[in-house]
């Protein structure tokens, strides 16, 4: 499968945005779906997930409240709803899949087989 994340930008503290990840080729719906991000000097850092279904779906403490993940499996779409943005969520977010992922690691980047180009998310205060 090929991903691909867009929906990124330059925006205010307290803005929202919603990042979308395009998928092609596999059957989509056998995938689960993870976000990460890495600002500069940093590692990549777990965001989000989703099961197969939108019934399933892991977010990091750190944007709980804040980050939700929805999928549109005929669509091939997944989708990372941010609001309330802060300064301190500027990086690259990248969205990734997995058809063999456990639960123990859904926050694993190591899990996941195939990535999408990421997309800049800046936010200033």
């Known amino acids: 499968v090929q991903l691909q994340a867009s929906g990124g930008g330059s925006v205010q503290a307290g803005d929202s945005l919603r990042l979308s990840c395009a998928a092609s080729?596999?059957?989509?719906?056998?995938?689960?779906v993870g976000w990460f991000r890495q600002a500069p000097g940093k590692g990549r850092e777990f965001v989000a997930a989703?099961?197969?279904?939108?019934?399933?779906?892991y977010i990091e403490d750190s944007v709980k409240g804040r980050f939700t993940t929805s999928r549109d499996n005929a669509k091939k779409y997944v989708y990372l709803q941010m609001r309330s943005l802060k300064p301190e969520d500027t990086a690259v977010y990248y969205c990734?899949?997995?058809?063999?992922?456990?639960?123990?690691?859904?926050?694993?980047?190591?899990?996941?087989?195939?990535w999408g180009q990421g997309t800049q998310v800046t936010v200033s205060s």
């Open positions: 990734a899949a997995s058809r063999t992922l456990i639960l123990s690691s859904i926050a694993n980047a190591n899990g996941y087989n195939y």
């Open positions: 080729g596999g059957t989509f719906s056998n995938y689960v």
């Open positions: 989703i099961g197969l279904s939108s019934s399933h779906t």
